[in-house]
């Protein structure tokens, strides 16, 4: 994982037209095409604006933005005229006549407007507020009735409409349009009647609360903050969301000691002005009654029982030195950089292991790989290169759930005509946003797919299929697709999910070499790109060398004053819970839901029975209950610290609150490294980023510069990739996928974010429905080894004999009641009485997290 400023994404721009253009008596040069309103600003001239939205296409709802422009017999709207060489305007500050337009704007604005300023949410903020003081009259001269209606209205249970509040300005409606491609909001009725109402009969997008934050007046509010707080009481905090490995930059508002709103932050090389539902409102986690605020020890009567820190670290210390040497250590994937950092060379210094992994979900052995050699150190591909990619192929990975903001660049690309085709059992709600091509597939089958990709002759294929059902159409769309991924600049995008199909990450690397396309890793998690980077993994080091490599081992030793580094690779987090489960070693476990486990069940069970178990905690779990030691540790809010972003790109982050008798992980293990005088040397997380640092960068002085490799032919197969095994009558193969609202516990304390998940469905096609006798809505059970779960059934358009359902929902998981992964074969049936499978005996509970 190479780390980037993001200075490497200029690149030289052709010549680019300019026209001279004088504003308010100031000549300036810019672009052919720029909005009049944009050129003023350049000088440093702010045209009051309602509409207007530098992310969002002009539309020139409000007219507030009139200019006086030579030449035009009537004031022009500066939003929507481009300039013109030699083109003269006069905004407000220099015409008159612009300033009665504008005047006059403002009033009609008003008159149904109430005048509340100090009961509504939006006042100290609002830009209605604002023009009205610098733009308006100084009195009004409407003596009639204001036009009032009921309210608020909720338009989902997160945001609220206050229709009286609405200045027509369309900035909602444009974003539901232009940027989220979700038609949830939109303008009713026609001239003095028309309003802001919900499209169609349901409220339903990831992105609907960036509506609340352009809005330029009251009209729409968040639930959660909606009269709790002022502006003025406010501090505000610079953040970086956790929730995800988009890496959003935010603004967090809190007061008195506890968060009250998220806002996005201005980032135009990340997430724009945008971000996700989840990363605005799922910030209760840390404020909740059960937080831990003091260490706990197990007691010889087996009870957690409170102590102090002195003799918590003492008991974790002692513990922890007489199995140095056969502990390991699983990180789980939401730790900062610095937190990561400390726990990779905790294990190797302190414990003497290389048995550390952040993967604390289904992962594998080809997947380490693929991590070490295909992102470790690789060259890194930025959100920038996704709009100006000639191709993208999405391999296992569903953005709008995984990684919003990468769903959101994509659907910009692709509004520009960015081609993209995703690999997947069907066409997704996503898929469908991106107008993506579907290479449809049951579990088990990319490997065929991403092979015969990377087979396909090296010909420019200009045929378009009209139908891809029929394997005419399928070998079409397979040689169109492999011309386009063959273009320079295409990509492919891979997520978390490539590693559950054995042979799909390598089959991903062939095709990348056989067409020059690049490859993209892009976890869910916010913390796993930067636990790569610091060697989080059992055969990778800090800064991307490998266990093995002997000058590395000799370069770290010097730099973490040790005499020698352990050599072997070490375990897997499944290797150490195996281990854990015969019941030697120790384990150390920073932050680890165990729900994200293939078997929660055989997890929980090998952790109650390890020798020894070090948690470092937030709130108390599943993993906490068997623990000998918890220690309490800061959220994400209550400390320094950065994240990686999936780009490798740093999201420095300060404490926006005090932590409530909390310390951070990297304090935690180093003041345990103390106590068993073998110093860890990272006091505070500045520390840690400053050495990190300085071991990435002396490691890349040794390792030699790559060139990328130019395309190669794929040398024909010598055994066909091998296709899913077909199951028998009342059965079907397993795909299953993460939400981006999954009921985990960063959720909770959000129960009206909760509310707005999308129902838990499953998905089967219309044939294998008709095969166990069941219609759409009417409820499945799927059996797996351990038990069964039942969810509604939605008839799709996908690949016969699969079952898809959501990994994890408010009923169960797929790992807990299942005991099933990704592939498996499955028993469906439609659910009579009962459970639908008479016999199968009492289920296992497993707590959620």
Not at 514 to 523: D, L, Q, S
Not at 708 to 735: F, H, V
Not at 738 to 756: C, K, N
């Amino acid at each position: 994982m190479t780390i980037t400023s993001g200075s490497d994404e200029t690149v030289a721009a052709d010549a680019v037209e300019t026209v001279t253009v004088t504003i308010d008596d100031h000549e300036i040069s810019v672009p052919k095409g720029t909005l009049v309103i944009r050129a003023a600003e350049l000088i440093g001239v702010e045209i009051p604006r309602f509409c207007d939205h530098p992310l969002l296409d002009p539309v020139g709802a409000c007219r507030q933005c009139l200019v006086e422009i030579e030449g035009q017999r009537k004031p022009m709207a500066s939003c929507t005229v481009t300039v013109a060489d030699g083109m003269v305007v006069r905004t407000q500050h220099t015409s008159a006549e612009a300033d009665r337009a504008q005047e006059g704007v403002m009033e009609l604005l008003l008159i149904n407007h109430p005048l509340d300023c100090p009961v509504c949410d939006k006042g100290g903020e609002c830009p209605l507020q604002n023009q009205a003081m610098s733009t308006g009259r100084p009195q009004t001269r409407f003596t009639d009735t204001k036009r009032t209606y009921p309210k608020p209205i909720p338009l989902s249970p997160t945001i609220l409409l206050d229709r009286e509040r609405c200045v027509l300005c369309a900035r909602c409606t444009r974003f539901s349009e232009q940027v989220a491609g979700d038609p949830f909001i939109t303008l009713l009725e026609r001239g003095a009647l028309q309003q802001v109402g919900i499209y169609g009969d349901e409220f339903d997008s990831y992105f609907s609360g960036n509506t609340v934050q352009i809005c330029p007046v009251g009209a729409l509010t968040g639930a959660e903050y909606r009269f709790r707080a002022r502006p003025f009481d406010l501090t505000s905090s610079p953040s970086v969301c956790e929730h995800c490995s988009s890496g959003c930059a935010q603004r967090t508002d809190h007061r008195r000691g506890k968060v009250l709103r998220r806002l996005a932050g201005d980032d135009p090389q990340v997430n724009e002005e945008w971000n996700c539902d989840k990363g605005r409102w799922a910030f209760s986690y840390p404020t909740l009654p059960d937080r831990l605020s003091t260490p706990l020890v197990r007691s010889p009567e087996g009870t957690l029982e409170p102590v102090s820190w002195s003799y918590a670290v003492d008991v974790a210390a002692r513990g922890l030195e007489a199995a140095r040497g056969d502990a390991g250590v699983i990180v789980g994937g939401r730790a900062t950089l610095e937190d990561a950092y400390a726990y990779a060379k905790f294990a190797r210094v302190v414990l003497d292991t290389n048995s550390i992994d952040f993967r604390a979900r289904a992962h594998s052995t080809e997947e380490s790989r693929f991590l070490a050699e295909r992102v470790a150190g690789a060259r890194p591909v930025h959100y920038a290169d996704i709009e100006r990619a000639s191709a993208v192929l999405l391999v296992d990975f569903e953005p709008e759930e995984e990684s919003p903001i990468v769903h959101l660049r994509l659907r910009k690309a692709s509004r520009a005509g960015l081609p993209i085709t995703t690999i997947a059992p069907f066409a997704s709600r996503g898929a469908q946003r991106l107008h993506a091509t579907v290479l449809a597939t049951a579990p088990g089958g990319q490997p065929a797919i991403l092979r015969a990709l990377g087979c396909a002759p090296a010909t420019t294929h200009t045929h378009t299929p009209a139908d891809t059902d029929t394997d005419t159409g399928i070998n079409d769309a397979i040689a169109r697709i492999a011309a386009q991924l063959r273009s320079a600049g295409a990509l492919i995008l891979v997520g978390e999910n490539a590693a559950a199909t054995p042979g799909t990450l390598t089959e991903v690397a062939r095709l990348a070499d056989a067409t020059g396309a690049r490859i993209a890793w892009i976890p869910r998690r916010a913390g796993e790109p930067g636990a790569i980077a610091t060697g989080a993994l059992p055969d990778l080091l800090p800064g991307g060398a490998r266990v093995s490599d002997p000058v590395a081992r000799a370069i770290l030793a010097e730099l973490w004053q040790v005499p020698l580094l352990p050599s072997d690779s070490g375990n897997e987090s499944a290797g150490m819970l195996a281990a854990g489960g015969a019941g030697s070693g120790a384990l150390v476990i920073g932050g680890v839901d165990p729900a994200d486990l293939p078997d929660t069940a055989e997890v929980l069970a090998a952790i109650e029975a390890a020798a020894f178990v070090v948690s470092l905690e937030q709130r108390p779990s599943a993993v906490t209950e068997r623990a000998d030691v918890v220690f309490p540790v800061a959220a994400v809010v209550e400390k320094d610290g950065t994240f990686l972003n999936w780009e490798g790109r740093p999201r420095g982050f300060t404490a926006a609150l005090p932590s409530a008798g909390a310390l951070s992980d990297l304090r935690v293990l180093d003041r345990i490294a103390d106590e068993m005088e073998i110093p860890l040397r990272l006091p505070e997380p500045a520390v840690a980023r400053a050495e990190w640092i300085t071991v990435r960068d002396r490691l890349a002085e040794r390792r030699p510069a790559t060139a990328t490799a130019a395309p190669t032919e794929a040398a024909p197969p010598t055994e066909p990739a091998p296709q899913p095994e077909m199951p028998g009558p009342g059965r079907a193969i397993l795909a299953a996928g993460r939400t981006l609202l999954d009921h985990g516990r960063l959720l909770d304390g959000d129960p009206r974010l909760g509310e707005t998940a999308r129902p838990a469905v499953l998905r089967l096609s219309a044939r294998t429905a008709a095969g166990i006798g069941v219609r759409d809505g009417e409820s499945v059970s799927v059996r797996g080894p351990r038990g069964y779960l039942s969810l509604p059934v939605e008839i799709t358009e996908m690949v016969d004999a699969v079952v898809w359902m959501p990994l994890r929902t408010g009923s169960g998981s797929v790992y807990a009641d299942l005991g099933a992964r990704i592939g498996d074969h499955v028993d469906i049936r439609a659910t009579g009485t009962g459970d639908g499978f008479p016999g199968t005996g009492e289920i296992p509970v497993v707590e959620e997290m």
